[in-house]
């Protein structure tokens, strides 16, 4: 064993996008002496065995984190429980178990009761993804320049989350740590609710009655094809997001519907400055968010110009 | 002059994005003998003059258009009547007027009184556009593969139609034609809508006081950063759609508002069969798109990654 990687052991469960990111990072950087990839799938572990993307690819569970000095959980928010219950047992003393949930406060109340004395159970959520899923979606450069949230729970280790921290940082990412419920209303407002209504228009385009579904393809350039992206992301994902973060997500999306009422009333009593006020406002945003280097400055992201 | 253009001259009305990249295109097709670029603001006219794009370029509205064969108005759809008004004295018979406006019933009002006997008013719709603004915003190839929809008036001349129809589809456009009516109705679910809750959604998150405008930017890879591209777009342009296509956007809007709170009583009431059978819906859109190449196939849009 190396004296230098951070960890010795570090296992992978859930090899989908974030998962298979993950283990490609690794491939680069001297983090982990064994990388072990499990996936309940047998056709994931097949393909992760084609990939080459670990030392080992296994469907047990209990077998991949017996060795393991730090296990990040990639699967649905809704099944880091059923995770948790079956690794729980065969977690040696001393290891850390992640995550990378896009809730935290759920996660922390699935997971801690099945962690035994001596694991630190630290959660965190890299915001990072694409619209893809599945092993083969997955890329190295995923999390650079990216955030990782790290929501430590009363008690957790200090020494086990600044380890935790390093590991994201060599992966690319900046960190920041939170208390998990600030995590869930933070998330709510830049992930959750956004990709809420992006599903929601893209529901009520395809409903339309007057617009046939062919015309609202053909012209979806204007503006409608952005939402569809981030409404083709996992299905089975964001429904366990929007059910375990539930609190959060209605009351930023009572917000949200308090202020687009308040824009509907402007366009009808033909308010010009209101609306000219609002749009003027949230180019600033936008632009903030290009200086910070979390998006690209590039016209329309840059779409089909290599 | 050459026997091949397809028009004499072409003068070009207000040179933002739009106006500038049927300047930069014309440049690499046959189309005009030519071009004539006019702006009431002399800033722009002299950026357009050392950028080169056009063959003339002045402030004087009336002037240019004296000669030409077709005039295409590229202003905020709230600034078309007035120019209608400034150039119809000027306008020699036969001249196809026509205009890039998202809105097409309110320019038909606000245009066709002013057109003198024998001038052939055709309204047209590049579905096209970026976040950014202003003459140097332009680019050749923005046309390329998107939709004009052109809407003849009644008693409109099928010559001239079919004239502006080979114009756009030798920029590299496919063209449709369709009522006024029913463009309004069919952009307001594919383009102003998603922009009034693209804008509507970055300022709910910039008014909520228990995240920091920082944390909003930090996070915004999470699926928000993608409505803020749409929010940077022309506030004035934007204004303007909102005010002149209100009837249109007031009923898709109260649809979207609909669905929504469906969605959120999902939410509430646990339904996960709902917001999966919805999410995996939506999935076949972004499909359908990406085969009819309104977006690219790369993860992120291949946003920085180039």
């Known amino acids: 064993m190396s004296t230098e990687a951070l960890f010795g052991q570090v296992t992978l469960i859930g090899i989908g996008l974030i998962g298979s990111s993950i283990a490609r990072a690794l491939k680069g950087v001297k983090l982990a002496d064994r990388v072990v990839a499990a996936d309940l799938s047998p056709g994931v572990i097949a393909r992760v065995t084609e990939l080459g993307i670990a030392d080992e690819a296994t469907t047990d569970l209990a077998a991949a984190v017996r060795q393991a000095d730090l296990v990040i959980c990639c699967v649905p928010v809704g099944a880091m429980g059923l995770v948790a219950e079956v690794i729980g047992p065969h977690l040696k003393p001393g290891c850390i178990v992640s995550d990378v949930g896009s809730t935290k406060g759920s996660i922390v109340a699935q997971m801690a009761p099945h962690m035994p004395a001596g694991v630190h159970l630290i959660p965190a959520h890299p915001v990072a993804g694409t619209e893809h899923s599945g092993p083969d979606s997955g890329f190295a450069a995923l999390f650079q320049d990216r955030w990782c949230i790290i929501t430590p729970v009363p008690g957790s280790d200090q020494a086990a989350v600044d380890k935790l921290a390093a590991f994201w940082q060599a992966l690319g990412s900046k960190t920041e740590v939170m208390a998990p419920d600030h995590h869930d209303l933070v998330l709510a407002i830049t992930s959750h609710v956004p990709h809420l209504i992006a599903y929601n228009i893209v529901g009520t385009a395809s409903d339309l009655e007057q617009v046939t579904e062919s015309e609202v393809i053909k012209f979806s350039a204007g503006g409608f094809r952005d939402f569809t992206r981030i409404a083709a992301s996992d299905p089975t994902m964001w429904r366990d997001v929007f059910l375990h973060n539930k609190e959060a997500v209605l009351e930023v999306l009572g917000r949200f519907t308090e202020d687009l009422i308040a824009l509907q009333r402007n366009i009808r009593w033909g308010q010009g400055?209101?609306?000219?006020?609002?749009?003027?406002?949230?180019?600033?945003?936008?632009?903030?968010i290009i200086d910070q280097r979390q998006d690209t400055a590039d016209p329309d992201f840059g779409r089909g110009r290599k």
């Open 273 to 288: 400055d209101q609306l000219f006020d609002l749009f003027t406002r949230t180019r600033a945003i936008r632009r903030s």
